[in-house]
């Protein structure tokens, strides 16, 4: 019932920036935290940050400085601001979200990823 797609991924040199979204549909009375969590090539799934309602951040180091969460509660959507990316960022990028459905009930929900390349 819960839905979380993503947006913004794309190629982008080392040093420059790019802009992930992730709006978040269905049947939701409220959304708690949501994160981005990412994917490089033959590596695990790692959290990037995470954000709750009340807008409390949390970053990996690797991220930490360069990269900022955000989130907007009325338009149900996440942002993350990527700046000074490296080639290391380069990865799939996930949108999760966990809350209440419209009948109270939890759910946790993933996007399906949105891939980011950086490279020169």
């Known amino acids: 019932q819960v839905q979380l797609v993503e947006s913004g991924g794309g190629l982008m040199q080392p040093g420059g920036s790019l802009g992930l979204s992730c709006i978040a549909s269905g049947s939701i009375f409220r959304i708690n935290t949501m994160g981005w969590y990412r994917q490089a090539p033959g590596k695990q799934r790692e959290l990037v940050a995470t954000?709750?309602?009340?807008?409390?951040?949390n970053y990996a180091g690797s991220v930490k400085g360069r990269f900022t969460i955000s989130r907007d509660n009325a338009k149900n959507t996440l942002y993350l601001q990527m700046n000074s990316l490296k080639p290391d960022d380069t990865a799939v990028y996930y949108c999760n979200a966990d809350g209440l459905t419209g009948s109270l009930r939890s759910f946790n929900a993933w996007g399906q990823g949105t891939l980011v390349t950086v490279s020169s």
């Open positions: 954000i709750t309602r009340g807008d409390s951040t």
